[in-house]
């Protein structure tokens, strides 16, 4: 019996496996669609340390986004969504669950902070349906970085520093309508692909059957 040869299944089938990429590409426009859409602000800040004289500045450098890092994962935590919200700004807590679980998650969601290689520049970015509610936040984290960061450091002088005030982006970035659509329509694709193959292989088995049989 010859070899099954999935590529030309597939080429000959491509009607369907199309099928279910813009299947695929429809499910993710409705999810997307059905999600709030959310405005950015980002804003960035640039992580100090005082190591004296005596220290190189490659080894100062990764000292510096080493802190950067941590502060990073920091930002995520309970205890600093409490002191953001108490920090004085204007902050609609009210997109906050009281659940502490529900909580942490949303405001996971609501926060994004990065790190340049390299560097101890760190980039804060917060989402919000309300886009001055989002520059709000980003104000607000920043302000509790620059204003508590020797609490969160340990070892040497450390100062975070505010080098770029928050932008706000002009339209929704989230959720990225694009990026879902394309992703919809190749995991759609590959579902397809799938079924293609499931199916010829089910064919060709049941000819090889009643050829058995005869």
């Known amino acids: 019996m010859a070899q099954p040869n999935y590529l030309r299944d597939i080429f000959h089938n491509w009607h369907t496996v199309a ?4 299947l695929g590409l429809v499910l993710a426009l409705i999810i997307s669609f059905v999600q709030p859409l959310k405005y950015s602000s980002t804003a960035r800040l640039l992580i100090l340390q005082d190591v004296g004289s005596g220290t190189d500045a490659y080894t100062a ?4 986004e080493r802190i950067a890092d941590n502060l990073s994962t920091l ?4 205890t600093f969504f409490d002191q953001v919200i108490d920090a004085g700004f204007s902050i609609d807590e009210s997109i906050f669950p009281d659940d502490p679980s529900k909580q942490r998650k949303e405001w996971g ?4 902070a990065t790190v340049a290689r390299g560097s101890g520049l760190l980039t804060i970015t917060a989402y919000h349906r309300d886009v001055d509610q989002a520059e709000q936040l980003v104000r607000a984290i920043a302000f509790v970085l620059t204003d508590r960061v020797a609490e ?3 070892g040497g002088d450390v100062l975070a520093r505010l080098v770029d005030e ?4 002009r339209w929704p970035v989230k959720p990225n309508v694009v990026v879902n659509l394309l ?5 759609g694709g590959f579902v397809g692909v799938a079924f293609v193959i499931l199916q010829t292989e089910r064919i060709r088995r049941r000819h090889q059957l009643v050829h058995e049989e005869i």
Not at 19 to 22: A, D, I, R, V
């Open 109 to 112: 969601r609501t926060v994004k």
């Open 19 to 22: 099928m279910f990429g813009l």
């Open 61 to 64: 450098s990764r000292s510096e």
């Open 183 to 187: 992703s919809g329509f190749v995991l």
């Open 152 to 154: 969160y450091t340990s």
């Open 166 to 169: 928050p932008l706000n982006s």
């Open 75 to 78: 930002i995520y935590t309970s």
